[in-house]
């Protein structure tokens, strides 16, 4: 049997290993508000942490630059010739199509039979012979005007030697026999157009209805290619109606229409290049005029234009270009000036200081650093630096309001 002593100590123990527990678990309990904090607090300090701004970048590098200005443009055969009726008169029916060649000279472009006067009705033959004998008529009544005036001149001027009349009512017998010679002459005048319009109904060739003129051949003016025919069918024309339209596909301008500001700086000679015209070359062509007039254009915006043309003359081959022809649409771009060596960056990266000064944000040492520069031309797309930056120099582009003067930078590669 055991002593008591042992059976009591057991308690006794089991009672001070967890007062100990419980003491701990108090200590532990009290720092645990203060542990919070201090993490809470370093929450912010990450939070509230200036970060580095993640920017774009791109290095200032030597290389070739070229401004020019790119608009729409069309191509137009420089020489066109619209065929019209010479004459009055019946046109045969045109047997050339659009896009038929013709030689300057010697193709027929159309023929013509004039309009006989038998073709016209009794009615008008009448009102000629009326005006006929209307102007016979006052030509008689001049003549005996003008008879009477000379023989009162003659009785005036013996009268006057004898100085039975005034020096005035001489110089009014003059005036009177002047006047009706003139009429006398103008009488005579319409009786020939009144027996002229008359005559072509005189001929019996008129009374049986037979035509009096041969057919009339239009011959092409000039060599090239029937480009657009008006009047194809048989039918009476009057003088002067458009019957086809003639030139050289081979002769080929281009006109491009630009902002009048632009328009101001060229200058004849000036290099053009044409793309997007249907083929996979880029056709070289030099301006040749810039017209002296304006014109109003509405944009696509809705917004009014000044705008001018530019013509252009092609001067690839057209062996480079067979399928090209009239009114055919391009992209032109016209170089106003290039370069093939000059220090330049984008054109994004920079921004205005003062009026008349530009800047830039170069990153030095990973950190920004505004930069005044000097600027010499640019294309919208890169810029010319004259003065203030070295190739290698990494500078940001677009840095908006996000990046000021020491901000700590990331570059961002896309």
């Known amino acids: 049997m055991k002593p008591p002593t042992s059976i009591d100590s057991r308690p006794a123990r089991a009672s001070a290993t967890l007062s100990r527990a419980t003491r701990a678990n108090r200590r532990a309990r009290q720092w645990l508000p203060h ?120 009785r005036f001027e013996t009268l006057a030697r004898e100085q039975a009349v005034s020096p005035q009512e001489l110089e009014s017998a003059q005036w009177r026999q002047a006047s009706a010679s003139r009429e006398e002459s103008a009488a005579e005048g319409a009786l020939r157009v009144a027996e002229a319009e008359l005559a072509v109904f005189a001929t019996p060739a008129s009374e049986s209805g037979q035509a009096t003129h041969s057919p009339l051949t239009v011959l092409a003016p000039a060599t090239g290619r029937v480009l657009r025919v008006f009047e194809e069918s048989s039918r009476p024309v009057s003088t002067g109606t458009p019957i086809l339209e003639i030139g050289d596909p081979n002769d080929l301008e281009v006109v491009i229409d630009v902002l009048s500001r632009d328009g101001a700086v060229l200058e004849s000679g000036t290099r053009i290049e044409l793309e997007q015209w249907g083929g996979p070359e880029i056709l070289e062509a030099t301006l040749r005029l810039v017209e002296p007039a304006a014109f109003t254009k509405i944009s696509a915006l809705g917004v009014e234009e000044q705008r001018v043309n530019v013509i252009a003359d092609l001067i690839t081959p057209p062996a480079l270009r067979k399928h090209l022809g009239d009114n055919f649409h391009a992209e032109a771009r016209i170089i106003v000036w290039e370069t093939n060596r000059t220090l330049k960056i984008p054109s994004g990266a920079l921004f205005r200081k003062q009026e008349e000064t530009w800047a830039a944000f170069v990153i030095v040492n990973g950190r920004a650093r505004e930069r005044l520069l000097e600027v010499g031309r640019s294309n919208g797309i890169e810029t010319e630096i004259r003065e203030g930056l070295q190739e290698g120099d990494r500078v940001i582009v677009y840095p908006g309001d996000r990046v000021r003067e020491g901000h700590r930078i990331t570059p961002v590669t896309y």
């Open 35 to 154: 542990l919070a904090g201090l993490v809470l607090i370093g929450a912010l300090l990450f939070a509230l942490w200036p970060q580095p701004v993640r920017v774009e970048t791109a290095p200032a590098v030597w290389g070739p630059l070229r401004v020019s200005v790119n608009e729409e443009g069309k191509t137009r055969i420089r020489h066109r010739y619209v065929v019209s009726a010479p004459v009055a008169g019946h046109l045969r029916r045109t047997v050339l199509k659009a896009g038929a060649p013709v030689e300057a000279g010697v193709t027929k472009i159309a023929v013509i039979d004039p309009l006989d006067a038998a073709l016209l009705d009794p009615r008008s033959r009448a009102l000629a012979a009326a005006r006929r004998d209307t102007a016979a008529a006052n030509l008689e009544k001049a003549r005996e005007a003008h008879r009477f005036a000379s023989s009162e001149l003659r």
